[in-house]
């Protein structure tokens, strides 16, 4: 079993729509979370940090329930821009190093 | 936006080659990362580095190596270049408050190896 695991995708949907990616971690001492946005050839990008009590920037709502060990990406009135690969990252287990990507979930937004 | 650059940004070389990839970073950053990529796959973690003089391998086996002389320079050096080497490779960087800091990535080195 991956350490971070991503929804396969990809994800087709039409603008304007709200769509939501999933993620789990395996290693419940993880410290701290984070989405990136990975447009194809290039490198990824940080998008925003996952905090427990959620976070919003404009269309974007993240998620996470430590319990469940899992987080959310949410976009609302998806743009032809958001066309994109969205990498959930996980930080640091207790007292090391560690920071693992998941395989990503790739978004396709259509006219 | 994150100060971190490499070059070349592309690169084509025959098999056999000695390579050098360059990193750096102007933002006094301790944690350094070099990742693996392929076109539509995962980000492999090859090589990084806590500090000056700190170096330890990725998840991912790799016949390259790496050096960290100075804070802001993490070159990656191929000796013997070979098609399977064929890859996107990109630089990181993140500063020492640790967990909480998120990676800063270079805008990669495209090698090709014919």
């Known amino acids: 079993r991956k350490e971070v695991e991503q929804d396969p995708g990809p994800f087709n949907v039409p603008e304007g729509a709200t769509v939501a990616f999933n993620c789990t971690y395996s290693?419940?001492?993880?410290?701290?979370f984070f989405w990136y946005r990975q447009d194809c050839r290039k490198e990824p990008k940080l998008l925003m940090s996952?905090?427990?009590s959620g976070n919003e920037d404009g269309r974007f709502t993240a998620q996470l329930n430590r319990a469940s060990q899992y987080i959310s990406l949410l976009i609302r009135d998806s743009k032809l821009s958001d066309s994109a690969t969205y990498l959930c990252?996980?930080?640091?287990?207790?007292?090391?190093?560690?920071?693992?990507f998941g395989a990503g979930t790739r978004l396709f937004v259509k006219a | 936006e994150a100060d971190i650059y490499q070059t070349p940004r592309y690169l084509v070389i025959g098999t056999g080659k000695k390579i050098t990839l360059e990193c750096s970073q102007t933002m006094g950053h301790d944690k350094m990362y070099w990742y693996q990529q392929d076109p539509g796959m995962e980000l492999h973690l090859i090589h990084y580095?806590?500090?000056?003089?700190?170096?330890e391998k990725g998840d991912l086996s790799s016949e390259s190596t790496v050096s960290r002389i100075r804070t802001e320079h993490f070159p990656l050096t191929l000796e013997s270049a070979r098609p399977s080497h064929t890859s996107q490779y990109l630089c990181?960087?993140?500063?020492?408050?640790?967990?909480?800091?998120?990676?800063?990535f270079g805008n990669g080195t495209r090698l090709t190896v014919t």
């Open positions: 580095s806590y500090g000056v003089n700190s170096t």
């Open positions: 996952v905090y427990s």
């Open positions: 990181a960087s993140s500063d020492r408050t640790g967990v909480n800091s998120p990676l800063h």
């Open positions: 990252v996980v930080n640091g287990a207790r007292g090391g190093f560690k920071t693992i």
């Open positions: 290693n419940s001492a993880s410290q701290s």
